[in-house]
């Protein structure tokens, strides 16, 4: 057998490895020592009952680094198979592209460098370089500057400046959203090797819900109804916002540039209110495709989770317990202080 290093490197590797408490690097040592001697990394492996991809990679770290390479169990600097020009732009290439799995970076690394990886090897390497698997954010593809976004945050932090602690003045969100008759099961702990089974239905019939929503208070609202959301259903969410609050002069409302938001008999309602009741209504719309200024997006998220995820095999039984939660459930101070932490009152400005 043909040594790869000198007598005297062996001798220092032995001494090392005797001083090492670390069992793994005590592995590794052991590893250079075999292999300075000549073994094959087939032998080394069944002499040490390592597998043969950690043998050759010990080596490597020793080539590169020398023997720090390895004692340092954690190096950042290097994966042990790539440079660290080839590691930078593997980096710059999940970075610039969507990456649904790792078996994507594997076959551009064997394309690129003629590097092959196994899949649990390059899942180490891209959390190294601070990669998480997640599921990407949807934003608007159309959404307007974040000089505009930043405006319309300023201006309607002021009104909810303005408006706070008074009793005749409120500020709420509106918006609607549809509650489809199927179970939506979202992810869950469940103890390993067992199953949790949900049932599901094939409906597609739904409940939609206009609503209102005061973030200073975290009062939700709302009008559930079957058919889609209209001028006529505003009027209603309207009235039944004056009806519980007879003390409210002023109402300002956010909502978006939905046709209905617009049409001629809601706005001939709220100057109605006006004349007759005293009550001025002011609709502040959101810029054209920016439903991250609109806070009660996360009210519909927040009750998608607490509704959707069960399972009801009738839809009249459904379209109770959307009614049930958007007519009692809202009300109570426990669920009050969880839309405190959910929805909050700070807005996301998207970038790009």
Known sequence: MEKKLSDEEIREFMALHRKTKDKKTAVRINSVILWAKGWKYKDICEALLISESFAR????????????????????????????????????????????????????????????????????????????????????????????QRAFIEKIENEMERCKGKEDEAVYFSDGSGFVHNTKVGYGWIRKGKE??????????????????????????????????????????????????????????????????????????????????????ELIYLPTYSPNLNLIERLWKYAKKKVVGIYYDRFHKFKEAVRNFFENEVKKESCKADLEKFIGSSFQIVKG
């Open 57 to 148: 990679n010990t080596v490597e770290r020793y080539k590169l680094f020398g023997i720090s390479g390895l004692r340092y169990e954690h190096y950042e600097g290097h994966n042990f198979k790539m440079t660290p020009e080839q590691e930078k732009a593997t980096v710059k290439f999940v970075e610039e592209n969507f990456v649904p799995d790792s078996k994507m970076v594997i076959q551009w690394v064997k394309e690129e460098f003629d590097i092959e990886y196994t899949t649990q090897g390059m899942q180490a390497f891209l959390k190294r370089k601070g990669f998480v698997y997640k599921k990407p954010r949807a934003i608007p593809g159309k959404h307007p500057s974040e000089e505009v």
């Open 196 to 281: 949790k089974i949900f049932k599901t239905n094939t409906s597609r019939q739904k409940v939609n819900v206009n609503g209102a929503y005061n973030p200073e208070t975290e009062e939700a609202i709302c009008v559930e109804q079957e058919s889609p959301i209209n001028q006529q259903s505003n009027i209603e969410l309207i009235d039944k916002i004056i009806e519980r609050h007879r003390e409210y002069k002023k109402i300002h409302i956010v909502l978006d540039n939905a046709k209905y938001n617009h049409g001629k008999i809601f706005k001939a309602h709220i100057k109605k209110l006006k004349r007759e009741k005293n009550v001025e209504v």
